[in-house]
């Protein structure tokens, strides 16, 4: 803090604004008027949020032209009130584990304090891949996660672990483009592309690929589970930015800005908007008539026959295809997430889709997480199996016992439905599992919602947020984006780590 005080006293005004802008072309004094900005909005220790907005305000004092946040708060979609109303903001210690841990508290970390309990677990996690002993370096850790952002657009996250790959020393001309990295990192590219869009199409070719013996740009097998580790945490990641409309952070290209606010700048929801506030006669009826669905499948009796249930996800399967979202236009690379990308037309395309023969289903009973993947990553990365294990637990059997303004409802059969939904979008079949509840317990716009988030999540719009549960809470709608998270990196692992499987024997 004295040091930052001390240069921030000592600079002087420069010749010229700057408006909006990057954190890269901004001279060093405003960069440093930016951390500032960002310390005084989310630094959990009160006397450095203090300070932090003191020197801010001496610095204006002084005619130097400070930044101001353009979002307000962690999302695009949720009123910032919400989030602190129900937020983390009651268990303080873990807002401080996270900013030790990373040196922020980021927008993710605030919107998923929501649900503080799966927080501490994916905190830990977090910690665990990118900062604890393991078979990669920390340079190149930051650097797929780069790599893996840039595959769904996400400027977000590309920015935001391009300062953590400096931080930890990463040789700046890598972020200049994948044409700049080790071939090593540079092989990567179909795996990450497949894992991203098609995982289902991955081979024990692919793996055996990266694994041939080719001087420094061959990867050893804890080193290649430890990246598809980080690739299937950082797409979901994406999910959960678009999902969630996780707004920019204070010192991130769109997050601040050297000029004088809008006086009619609109960049927030307002408390009433997107699920959180009253609503019309017509979602409290939907509200109701889901009530009664949860209660009628939850009394039958009479449980399908093995060929019904199979016959009933083939057709979820195929009625998926039905479900896109109505903006199909196609999206531009931002020139600081395209220099990551390789084959950037290369996107989700539909497990079956329509007049092809698709690849075969994959049956849960052959390959399942709980048999096979999880020893095979503890195996091969320490521990890693068990944090993944402990994340995907707890999001699925997390619950407060309540749905929308009804307290003391059992939504486990809701919670199944979803994740399995997401599972099936995939291709992942559970023999035990009756399909027809997917149709009977999801409407439309969640389906369209769910596929839009897990399959090309930039497409995500406040729209499509608003439009599902409109009588739901907000923190409601967090969970079933941690939902997406989580299902669609344990689907998506799951592909990867039948091929590894294959590959071994």
């Keep these: 803090m004295d040091l930052l005080s001390q240069t921030v006293l000592s600079c002087q005004e420069e010749e010229g604004t700057v408006t909006l802008c990057d954190s890269e072309s901004i001279p060093d004094h405003q960069k440093m008027l930016v951390l500032l900005l960002r310390l005084s909005l989310s630094c959990p220790f009160r006397d450095i949020r203090e300070k932090t907005a003191l020197l801010l305000r001496i610095a204006q004092d002084r005619g130097i032209q400070v930044p101001r946040v353009l979002g307000k708060g962690p999302s695009f979609f949720i009123p910032l009130k919400q989030i602190m109303e129900e937020g983390v903001?009651?268990?303080?210690?873990?807002?401080?584990?996270?900013?030790?841990?990373?040196?922020?508290?980021?927008?993710?970390?605030?919107i998923m304090g929501?649900?503080?309990?799966?927080?501490?677990?994916?905190?830990?996690?977090?910690?665990y891949l990118l900062q604890m002993d393991g078979p990669l370096p920390y340079p190149c850790r930051h650097y797929i996660a780069i790599m893996a952002a840039a595959r769904h657009?996400?400027?977000?996250?590309?920015?935001?672990?391009?300062?953590?790959?400096?931080?930890?020393g990463g040789d700046p001309q890598w972020l200049n483009g994948l044409q700049y990295c080790p071939r090593k990192l540079k092989n990567l590219n179909e795996l990450n592309k497949?894992?991203?869009?098609?995982?289902?199409?991955?081979?024990?070719?692919?793996?055996?690929?990266?694994?041939?013996?080719?001087?420094?740009?061959?990867?050893?097998?804890?080193?290649?589970?430890h990246a598809i580790v980080l690739l299937t945490h950082y797409h979901s990641m994406c999910s959960f930015v678009f999902g969630c409309g996780v707004n920019p952070e204070p010192d991130q290209e769109?997050?601040?800005?050297?000029?004088?606010?809008?006086?009619?700048?609109?960049?927030?929801?307002?408390?009433?908007?997107?699920?959180?506030?009253?609503?019309?006669?017509?979602?409290?009826?939907?509200?109701?008539?889901?009530?009664?669905?949860?209660?009628?499948?939850?009394?039958?009796?009479?449980?399908?026959?093995?060929?019904?249930?199979?016959?009933?996800?083939?057709?979820?399967?195929?009625?998926?295809?039905?479900?896109?979202?109505?903006?199909?236009?196609?999206?531009?690379l931002s020139a600081n997430v395209s220099c990551f990308v390789e084959d950037p037309d290369f996107g989700y395309e539909d497990f079956t889709r329509r007049g092809e023969q698709g690849p075969p289903t994959f049956r849960a009973l052959d390959y399942s997480w709980e048999?096979?993947?999880?020893?095979?990553?503890?195996?091969?990365?320490?521990?890693?199996?068990?944090?993944?294990?402990?994340?995907?637990?707890?999001?699925?059997?997390?619950?407060?016992?309540?749905?929308?303004?009804?307290?003391?409802?059992?939504?486990?059969?809701?919670?199944?439905?979803?994740?399995?939904?997401?599972?099936?979008?995939?291709?992942?079949?559970?023999?035990?599992?009756?399909?027809?509840?997917?149709?009977?317990?999801?409407?439309?716009?969640?389906?369209?919602?769910?596929?839009?988030?897990?399959?090309?999540?930039?497409?995500?719009?406040?729209?499509?947020?608003?439009?599902?549960?409109?009588?739901?809470r907000h923190s409601e709608k967090v969970h079933v984006n941690l939902l997406l998270l989580e299902a669609r990196m344990q689907a998506a692992l799951l592909y990867a780590l039948r091929a590894v499987t294959r590959y071994m024997t």
């Design 153 to 168: 657009q996400c400027l977000y996250l590309v920015q935001l672990h391009a300062s953590e790959f400096l931080q930890v």
């Design 89 to 110: 903001e009651s268990d303080h210690q873990l807002l401080i584990e996270a900013f030790v841990s990373m040196g922020r508290v980021d927008n993710i970390t605030s």
């Design 371 to 472: 048999d096979h993947g999880y020893s095979l990553i503890n195996r091969l990365y320490s521990d890693v199996g068990q944090l993944l294990d402990e994340k995907f637990q707890v999001v699925c059997n997390l619950t407060y016992n309540t749905m929308a303004m009804h307290s003391g409802v059992d939504t486990c059969m809701l919670r199944k439905a979803v994740w399995n939904y997401i599972h099936c979008v995939f291709g992942i079949r559970y023999d035990d599992y009756d399909y027809g509840d997917v149709n009977q317990l999801l409407e439309r716009s969640l389906k369209v919602y769910i596929k839009t988030v897990a399959c090309y999540p930039e497409k995500t719009t406040r729209r499509m947020y608003n439009s599902f549960w409109r009588h739901f």
């Design 114 to 127: 929501l649900h503080p309990k799966y927080l501490a677990c994916f905190l830990r996690t977090r910690h």
């Design 194 to 225: 497949l894992l991203a869009h098609r995982p289902w199409f991955i081979t024990k070719d692919h793996i055996e690929a990266l694994l041939k013996p080719g001087g420094e740009s061959c990867w050893s097998l804890a080193e290649l589970i």
């Design 254 to 332: 769109g997050g601040f800005a050297f000029r004088p606010p809008s006086p009619c700048q609109t960049d927030s929801p307002g408390a009433e908007e997107g699920g959180g506030g009253p609503r019309s006669g017509d979602a409290l009826q939907e509200v109701e008539a889901l009530m009664r669905k949860m209660r009628l499948l939850q009394q039958q009796e009479e449980e399908a026959s093995q060929e019904e249930m199979a016959t009933r996800f083939e057709k979820e399967k195929r009625e998926s295809l039905l479900v896109t979202p109505e903006d199909e236009d196609r999206h531009l």
